[in-house]
């Protein structure tokens, strides 16, 4: 399968710990993109990166939140101090600007559940 | 006012019926529309892009687009049992980028459902 892949697809933490979540993008895709999920919502836009760079965050990207992208291959989004609010699906796309459209392929998902 | 807005639903039709989703959005920028569908707990599911005002078929599906009225649907037709999720649609300013403009706009979704 060479779809975009998550890990872990489920993670319950306490409150206050850390968690950090890993994305491994379509191969040749450039692109990455983070969003996040809450029930009854539609994704909302976290931060992307093109190859290795960080090029835009979200105002719902507060400071406990850091993404990283090492190489321009697989990127990690890493929550510390968790809150109760965290809890929602972490969606990760990817998509390539080599062709002329630019569409975003998600993975499965992370649910994040914070008690 | 949300920028995109869509009726979550739920909508409850009979199998083989053509369903109609719909979505409006404020931003005159967004130039680029998408549809995703959507299985419980599962990733959005790209079916539909388009960049132009009209419509776009593939199988049975056909998004249509009216940038005059900033209005966009998706028609399924000979809906079937496995079509029942939610559908998303999503757009963004591309290829205009920067100001946060990278990423999609989602609208809430609309859950679906196919009656057998």
């Known amino acids: 399968d060479t779809g975009v892949s998550q890990n872990p697809r489920h993670k319950i933490t306490k409150r206050g710990q850390n968690v950090t979540f890993r994305c491994d993008p379509i191969?040749?895709?450039?692109?990455l993109y983070w969003y996040r999920q809450t029930l009854g919502q539609g994704p909302e836009f976290l931060t992307y990166?093109?190859?290795?760079?960080?090029?835009?965050k979200s105002r719902l990207l507060s400071d406990r939140f850091s993404a990283e992208r090492p190489k321009g291959s697989f990127s990690t989004l890493e929550i510390q101090r968790t809150e109760q609010g965290d809890s929602a699906m972490y969606l990760c796309?990817?998509?390539?600007?080599?062709?002329?459209?630019?569409?975003?392929?998600f993975g499965p998902g992370t649910r994040l559940t914070v008690t | 006012q949300k920028e995109v807005e869509q009726d979550p639903g739920p909508l409850s039709v009979p199998e083989g019926a053509i369903v109609s989703l719909n979505c409006t959005y404020s931003?005159?920028?967004?130039?680029?529309f998408m549809w995703y569908r959507q299985y419980s707990r599962k990733g959005p599911e790209l079916l539909m892009y388009t960049y132009s005002s009209g419509n776009k078929e593939d199988g049975r599906f056909t998004a249509q687009v009216d940038k005059s009225s900033k209005y966009i649907s998706l028609f399924i037709r000979d809906s079937q049992p496995s079509d029942s999720a939610t559908y998303l649609c999503a757009m963004s300013p591309y290829p205009y980028s920067g100001g946060g403009a990278d990423g999609l706009t989602f609208g809430k979704g609309t859950h679906l459902i196919i009656q057998p």
């Open positions: 990166f093109q190859n290795e760079a960080q090029l835009e």
């Open positions: 191969s040749e895709h450039n692109r």
């Open positions: 931003n005159s920028a967004f130039q680029y």
């Open positions: 796309a990817s998509s390539t600007r080599d062709r002329v459209s630019d569409e975003q392929y």
